[in-house]
Nanobody, 126 residues
Framework: VQLQASGGGSVQAGGSLRISCAAS????????AGWFRQAPRKEREFVAG????????EYADSVKGRFTISRDNAKNTVYLQMNSLKPEDTAVYYC????????????????????WGVGTLVTVSS
C-alpha cells in the first residue's frame, strides 16, 4: 500500500487543521487505518485509529476531545481534524493501514501497521 499524507502547516495555539491521507495499491476499505506522530527526539506514538467500516474509533488520551478521525472509503482517504491545537501537538504526522483486514478493534502499536509513506509536518506556536 502507498500512502501520502498532506495538509500540514503552521498554526497558532488554539487553531485548527485538517490533514488527509490518500491510499492506493490495496483495497483500502477492508483495512483499519491510523494516524501516528513523531516529534523531534521522541518515539512515534499513536494518535487515532479507525476501523475499516468507520464505526469504531480510538484516540490517545492526549488528543481525546480535540481530534477527530474519519474516513471516506469511496475516496480511499482518511482524515484527521485537529482542533484546539497545542504546542505539544507539534510533530510529523503519519498515516498507516493495518496489516489485517476486517478488524473491528483498533490497533495502537506501530508494528500492526504498514505503508507509512511520507508524513506531514504540523507546527503549533504558542
Amino acid at each position: 500500500v502507498q500512502l501520502q499524507a498532506s495538509g500540514g502547516g503552521s498554526v497558532q495555539a488554539g487553531g485548527s487543521l485538517r490533514i488527509s491521507c490518500a491510499a492506493s495499491g490495496r483495497p483500502f476499505s477492508r483495512f483499519g487505518a491510523g494516524w501516528f506522530r513523531q516529534a523531534p527526539r521522541k518515539e512515534r506514538e499513536f494518535v487515532a485509529g479507525i476501523s475499516w467500516t468507520g464505526g469504531t474509533t480510538e484516540y490517545a488520551d492526549s488528543v481525546k476531545g480535540r481530534f477527530t478521525i474519519s474516513r471516506d472509503n469511496a475516496k480511499n482517504t482518511v482524515y484527521l481534524q485537529m482542533n484546539s491545537l497545542k504546542p505539544e501537538d507539534t510533530a510529523v504526522y503519519y498515516c498507516a493501514v493495518e496489516h489485517t483486514p476486517f478488524r473491528h478493534s483498533i490497533q495502537t502499536m506501530p508494528a500492526s501497521y504498514d505503508g507509512w509513506g511520507v508524513g506531514t509536518l504540523v507546527t503549533v506556536s504558542s
